[in-house]
């Protein structure tokens, strides 16, 4: 059975704590909203774009730990790379938390490879994908609404 | 019997339950998890856990008495018919139905519920009618309505409850108007553990004139219930929920509503004659029974019956008043710990929120004790939304549950704070 620990890693506690980038952003060019129904987990994403990079960003709403510190690490991340990049780490986390066979890359990752404990909990990858999903949604249309279901 | 039992909790008027005893029947508790602990299955109102007889009953069924019923003129059809069939007259005793033909075997209460919305109150709808439900309704007790209501042009309205999880019925006189064609309440609330007086409810759209289907899904397991003596039009169960196998359930209705109601479904055995010109169908409850139904189910479910009915019901209430003012008790006790759902008259389901804990990071972390806990909206989004809470952890208890395990909830509870930190 998979370790309680390699879940709830002190690196997501912390951002659960403490989510970086929380709130709406002034000049959005772009936002999405994301829910996972089933669980009552909810976020909303704003970007601002300039020339193809990330120039702001913010989320909003309520969720689990994971979910929440998956928002938080994933604002962090984002944040000044060009949207094809966060497009990049997003497939690169995605894979990460689906396949429990996918090679973990930390250098391509950074600290996004604390989620990799999520793997073994299947319940609980909706809540740490839901951010990037919505972020996903929030560059590729500007406006919009998702859902893991 | 209807309402809840009056549970006895003083002194010498407490009746002896020996939950040893009827847990040594289900072998899927006897298990532990990976170190060692035991399971502690708190996901009752979800699904229950099956008893050896049910076990039993079915793998008799397969290795012995497996044919498909009903005209088939060998021994071992007239077997399995006789099994099938002898399950119905189960099933209406247990419920108190007065005649074997009101008892349809369905799917589960979800069918169940569907049939009527469809078969019943949709050949009755127009523009401008009106389908209640209450405001803690299962989602499977509103979609349905909400379907027919949206093709007919009906409109679906809803009887308030309190903060305490208590369905307003002062309001219903006024939602019970002309207009109103049928009215669907669930008897026991799934997420919230509310008992409703269903009683007093049918007693009263009685007098308007409008039917009433009882969802009787979470009501089952806990209460002994007599649709007769409640008056309903139709009641619901499903199988599942009252330690039988998945997949079979009974939608009690009254006969002159079912000899009214055209087929749900078209296919075998729901038959009189079938020409292309013209098919009659069956009489009630064959008519709703197309193709093959789950024999075997329905043996389960009957086995299961059987079972709750050979408890001794004045301790099993006892057992689980006192599972659930125990629960309460040891829940409201953690700091941070509110418990969604206070109603006077509640079932063993003890629903709640953990300040700075989400209900998800609760159920996982419980779940590392062995302690199995729904978390979620618990298919009762709209009561969530009045509530005001996205989700809850939900222990709900049965009967073969032990104060044991209430104390293995209380400890895993306490320690979610700590471990998210």
């Given at each position: 059975m998979a370790e309680l620990r390699d879940l709830y890693q002190q690196v997501i506690l912390d951002h659960n704590r403490n989510p970086r980038h929380r709130g709406r952003i002034a000049d959005a060019t772009g936002q999405a909203t994301g829910d996972n129904p089933l669980c009552g987990d909810r976020i909303t994403v704003f970007v601002e774009v300039e020339d193809g990079v990330i120039r702001d960003i913010g989320f909003e709403g309520s969720g689990c730990a994971i979910s929440t510190a998956s928002a938080s690490l994933m604002t962090s991340a984002v944040l000044g790379t060009t949207t094809e990049q966060a497009e990049r780490l997003f497939q690169a986390f995605h894979s990460m938390v689906v396949d429990p066979a996918a090679p973990v890359d930390p250098k391509a990752l950074g600290k996004l490879a604390v989620f990799a404990g999520v793997r073994g909990f299947p319940a609980r990858v909706k809540c740490a994908n839901l951010a990037w999903h919505t972020l996903h949604a929030a560059l590729g249309s500007g406006a919009g609404s998702v859902s893991t279901e | 019997m209807t309402g809840p039992r009056q549970a006895r909790l003083g002194g010498h008027s407490r009746v002896?339950?020996?939950?040893?005893?009827?847990?040594?029947?289900?072998?899927?508790?006897?298990?532990?998890?990976?170190?060692?602990?035991?399971?502690?299955?708190?996901?009752?109102?979800?699904?229950?856990?099956?008893?050896?007889?049910?076990?039993?009953?079915?793998?008799?069924?397969?290795?012995?008495?497996?044919?498909?019923?009903?005209?088939?003129?060998y021994d071992l059809c007239e077997r399995a018919t006789r099994l099938y069939e002898g399950a119905r007259f189960t099933a209406q005793r247990f419920l108190g139905a007065a005649d074997a033909r009101e008892i349809v075997f369905v799917r589960g209460t979800t069918e169940a519920v569907n049939l009527v919305a469809y078969s019943f109150c949709r050949p009755r709808l127009h523009p401008g009618d009106e389908v209640v439900v209450s405001a803690m309704e299962h989602h499977s007790n509103i979609v349905p309505w909400q379907l027919v209501c949206e093709e007919r042009g009906a409109r679906l309205r809803v009887v308030p409850m309190n903060g305490r999880g208590e369905l307003v019925l002062e309001a219903l006189p006024d939602l019970l108007g002309p207009?109103?064609?049928?009215?669907?309440?669930?008897?026991?609330?799934?997420?919230?553990?509310?008992?409703?007086?269903?009683?007093?409810?049918?007693?009263?759209?009685?007098?308007?004139?409008?039917?009433?289907?009882?969802?009787?899904?979470?009501?089952?397991?806990?209460?002994?219930?007599?649709?007769?003596?409640?008056?309903?039009?139709?009641?619901?169960?499903?199988?599942?929920?009252?330690?039988?196998?998945?997949?079979?359930?009974?939608?009690?209705?009254?006969?002159?509503h079912l000899e009214a109601m055209p087929p749900y479904q078209g296919g075998g055995d729901m038959i009189r004659s079938v020409s292309f010109e013209k098919t009659t169908f069956a009489a009630p409850p064959a008519r709703f029974e197309a193709g093959t139904p789950n024999i075997a189910g329905a043996v389960g479910f009957a086995a299961a019956l059987e079972y709750l009915d050979a408890l001794d019901w004045d301790a099993v209430t006892v057992h689980e008043a006192e599972l659930l003012a125990h629960a309460t008790q040891a829940l409201s006790a953690i700091p941070g710990v509110r418990i969604i759902g206070t109603a006077a008259e509640k079932v063993a389901v003890v629903s709640f929120v953990l300040e700075g804990a989400h209900a998800h990071d609760v159920g996982t972390i419980a779940d590392e004790d062995g302690v199995a806990l729904r978390t979620g909206h618990h298919c009762a989004q709209p009561a969530m939304d009045f509530l005001g809470v996205p989700a809850t952890a939900r222990a709900s208890f049965a009967f073969y549950n032990t104060h044991a395990e209430v104390e293995a909830l209380a400890a895993a509870v306490s320690r979610v704070r700590e471990v998210l930190g």
């Amino acid at each position: 059975m998979a370790e309680l620990r390699d879940l709830y890693q002190q690196v997501i506690l912390d951002h659960n704590r403490n989510p970086r980038h929380r709130g709406r952003i002034a000049d959005a060019t772009g936002q999405a909203t994301g829910d996972n129904p089933l669980c009552g987990d909810r976020i909303t994403v704003f970007v601002e774009v300039e020339d193809g990079v990330i120039r702001d960003i913010g989320f909003e709403g309520s969720g689990c730990a994971i979910s929440t510190a998956s928002a938080s690490l994933m604002t962090s991340a984002v944040l000044g790379t060009t949207t094809e990049q966060a497009e990049r780490l997003f497939q690169a986390f995605h894979s990460m938390v689906v396949d429990p066979a996918a090679p973990v890359d930390p250098k391509a990752l950074g600290k996004l490879a604390v989620f990799a404990g999520v793997r073994g909990f299947p319940a609980r990858v909706k809540c740490a994908n839901l951010a990037w999903h919505t972020l996903h949604a929030a560059l590729g249309s500007g406006a919009g609404s998702v859902s893991t279901e | 019997m209807t309402g809840p039992r009056q549970a006895r909790l003083g002194g010498h008027s407490r009746v002896a339950f020996d939950v040893g005893r009827v847990r040594a029947d289900f072998p899927l508790l006897q298990q532990t998890i990976a170190d060692g602990r035991p399971l502690v299955y708190l996901d009752n109102a979800a699904t229950t856990q099956k008893p050896r007889q049910v076990i039993d009953a079915i793998s008799r069924f397969y290795s012995e008495d497996n044919a498909n019923i009903h005209r088939g003129v060998y021994d071992l059809c007239e077997r399995a018919t006789r099994l099938y069939e002898g399950a119905r007259f189960t099933a209406q005793r247990f419920l108190g139905a007065a005649d074997a033909r009101e008892i349809v075997f369905v799917r589960g209460t979800t069918e169940a519920v569907n049939l009527v919305a469809y078969s019943f109150c949709r050949p009755r709808l127009h523009p401008g009618d009106e389908v209640v439900v209450s405001a803690m309704e299962h989602h499977s007790n509103i979609v349905p309505w909400q379907l027919v209501c949206e093709e007919r042009g009906a409109r679906l309205r809803v009887v308030p409850m309190n903060g305490r999880g208590e369905l307003v019925l002062e309001a219903l006189p006024d939602l019970l108007g002309p207009r109103t064609r049928m009215l669907a309440v669930t008897h026991v609330s799934n997420a919230l553990g509310t008992v409703n007086p269903v009683k007093e409810i049918v007693a009263l759209a009685r007098t308007r004139g409008v039917p009433v289907l009882v969802d009787g899904a979470q009501a089952l397991p806990h209460l002994r219930v007599d649709v007769q003596d409640i008056g309903c039009d139709f009641y619901a169960v499903s199988g599942h929920k009252v330690f039988g196998p998945t997949g079979v359930g009974v939608l009690y209705g009254r006969l002159p509503h079912l000899e009214a109601m055209p087929p749900y479904q078209g296919g075998g055995d729901m038959i009189r004659s079938v020409s292309f010109e013209k098919t009659t169908f069956a009489a009630p409850p064959a008519r709703f029974e197309a193709g093959t139904p789950n024999i075997a189910g329905a043996v389960g479910f009957a086995a299961a019956l059987e079972y709750l009915d050979a408890l001794d019901w004045d301790a099993v209430t006892v057992h689980e008043a006192e599972l659930l003012a125990h629960a309460t008790q040891a829940l409201s006790a953690i700091p941070g710990v509110r418990i969604i759902g206070t109603a006077a008259e509640k079932v063993a389901v003890v629903s709640f929120v953990l300040e700075g804990a989400h209900a998800h990071d609760v159920g996982t972390i419980a779940d590392e004790d062995g302690v199995a806990l729904r978390t979620g909206h618990h298919c009762a989004q709209p009561a969530m939304d009045f509530l005001g809470v996205p989700a809850t952890a939900r222990a709900s208890f049965a009967f073969y549950n032990t104060h044991a395990e209430v104390e293995a909830l209380a400890a895993a509870v306490s320690r979610v704070r700590e471990v998210l930190g």
